[in-house]
């Protein structure tokens, strides 16, 4: 009886380590996905309104692809917006 508690122990533990060690590699894996699904395909500017980007990147259609991208600053849309 004693045996078949340390068994079924040693059985849990070897699968517990299995489902850690998966789960690891499934994500490591989906950091080295290749793009080639383009989930927000594009043809100009507006069509990103569904893809979210963090501050301060913005919403940009590159190659027919939705991308973040840094802000662009300009001086005379300031100007413009002071005069």
Known sequence: MQ???????LLLKFIYT???FMSIFLVVLDGFRTPSRNPWPCGQDEDCET????????????????????RAFSIDSVNKDVT
């Open 51 to 70: 893809k979210a980007c963090h501050r301060p990147l913005t919403r940009k259609c590159i190659s027919s692809n939705c991308d973040c991208v840094k």
């Open 3 to 9: 045996m078949r508690k340390n068994m079924t122990k």
């Open 18 to 20: 299995l489902i850690i």
